[in-house]
């Protein structure tokens, strides 16, 4: 057995020549594939991881955002809520014044009403008592109280100032017709108590009541139930 | 009966002579580099069946180089795979008719031993330089720099005579066989020839990478962070 030197040196330079041309057209190549995939693999990889991130970011960003939502919302409902107090106190402020001012009104309005009921009340019970006295008094017809009325004419007459005594032409006016034989008696006291001779003439007013009341163009002396009453219920609508 | 040990010249180019385990390799190189080119040109992203057996046989030479040298591949992908490939091959030409496997000739398995022994020292250096890689033979001391060197040499000749033995051995049988009893009945001895063509070329593969590995390691300068505490 020997070894061919030759078939030797040939056989390892095939085997080295084989090695480069396997290396250039078989390793590198599909290795380069292999590294390329795994390349785009890690390239999809980061891709995804950035997008993944990029999502988080987004979804922090929303939750942050949805955060900031119902702090608003609570804000705006505590707002809304502050401003629905105050403008709940301003009414009721408002309402209360109003209600205050209404009840004052009414108030007034009230004492108003009782006091012009008071004062009709007042006129009514007034011309009621009138009326019941000048009843009662209509019963007292008869020659004493004209006689009376007569004298109490006199009186006045003569409590008057001599110049108010002048007088032309006067009206004797009576509640009833006086008659035609008393009436000159009773002129001439009447001339008797002015000092003059006027004219007088005899006038029947049933509203007088009763009395006798003497008229005259500067002159005017009420002597009746009638004056009398109205005085009367003068002076009482007047102190209500 | 001609001697399996023979490898006589079939012609002589200039005054070299070319026995018939060199054209059977040069057979052997044509198909495999031919091919690989062939298959390899329309590569894409998106591999097809072919491209996915092509990516499968990188990855596994690559696991293989990861798993027993603890390093990147890429530097020995091509001289760790094309060893496997074409014993690989080599062996299984046997299958062929008329055709004697290159590996069952001395010479072949020398000049593939001579080329990892050759590969063991251009590594070596080249990870550690000259002075690192000389400096491995005294690991772990300077006493064992015979009994290294004599390793070194030793191993590269196991290298030779496992795969010559194997292979030649299992040509030799077959060729008795095949005399002695006819046309079937090596067939089982051939199926297992097959078998340990096949293993053959996975441990001369693996073989070259520990020794390799071995290499690089020991004539690699230590890194400060390996390096123990004071």
């Known amino acids: 057995m020997s070894i061919d030197w030759a078939a030797l040196g040939l056989q390892a330079l095939n085997v080295l020549i084989l090695v480069w041309l396997l290396a250039r057209f078989f390793w590198r190549p599909v290795a380069g594939v292999i590294e390329q995939r795994r390349a785009a693999a890690q390239a999809l990889l980061d891709d995804a991881g950035a997008k993944n991130e990029a999502a988080k970011a987004a979804l922090a960003e929303v939750t942050a955002t949805r955060a900031g939502f119902a702090q608003e919302r609570e804000a705006l409902l505590a707002q809304a809520q502050a401003q629905a107090a105050a403008a709940r106190t301003t009414l009721l402020a408002a309402a209360a014044q109003e209600a205050e001012a209404l009840r004052r009104e009414a108030r007034a309005a009230m004492q108003t009403e009782q006091a012009a009921a008071a004062q009709a009340w007042r006129a009514r019970a007034s011309r009621l008592a009138v009326d019941i006295a000048a009843r009662l008094a209509a019963r007292l017809q008869g020659e004493a109280v004209q006689a009376a009325f007569l004298e109490f004419l006199l009186r006045e007459i003569q409590a008057l100032p001599p110049a108010a005594r002048q007088a032309a032409a006067l009206e004797a006016v009576s509640a009833t017709e006086i008659p035609a034989a008393a009436q000159p008696d009773i002129a001439a006291r009447i001339s008797a108590a002015l000092g003059v001779m006027p004219r007088i003439t005899f006038i029947t007013e049933p509203a007088l009541i009763a009395g006798l009341e003497l008229r005259g163009p500067h002159l005017r002396i009420s002597n009746s139930w009638r004056a009398d009453l109205d005085r009367i219920e003068q002076d009482l609508t007047h102190d209500g | ?230």
Do not use: C
Not at chain 2, 140 to 153: A, D, K, Q, V
């Open chain 2, 1 to 230: 009966m001609i001697s399996p040990l023979s490898n006589p010249p079939l012609f002589h180019l200039g005054p070299l002579p070319v026995p018939e385990s060199v054209v059977a390799t040069w057979g052997i190189m044509l198909l495999l580099a031919g091919g690989g080119a062939m298959l390899t040109r329309g590569l894409r992203l998106a591999p097809s069946r072919t491209q996915a057996a092509l990516e499968l046989l990188v990855s596994t030479v690559d696991s293989q180089i990861r798993d027993t040298m603890r390093v990147e591949p890429g530097p020995y992908r091509a001289f760790i795979g094309t060893l496997f490939v074409f014993i690989f091959a080599a062996n299984w030409s046997a299958l062929l008719p008329g055709v004697e496997p290159p590996t069952a000739h001395l010479e072949t398995d020398a000049a593939l031993a001579l080329l990892v022994f050759l590969a063991v020292i251009w590594f070596g250096v080249r990870a550690g330089g000259v002075r690192g890689y000389l400096a491995s033979f005294a690991f772990p001391n300077p006493i064992m720099i015979p009994l290294n060197f004599i390793e070194t040499l030793t191993r590269t000749f196991s290298l030779l005579v496992r795969l010559f033995g194997n292979v030649m051995s299992g040509v030799f049988v077959i060729g008795i066989v095949l005399s002695l009893a006819g046309l079937l009945i090596p067939i089982p001895l051939m199926a297992l020839d097959l078998l340990t063509g096949a293993v053959q070329a996975y441990i001369f593969a693996v073989l070259a990478m520990v020794f390799i590995a071995g290499a690089v390691a020991e004539a690699k300068p230590e890194t400060p962070s390996t390096k123990a505490p004071p």
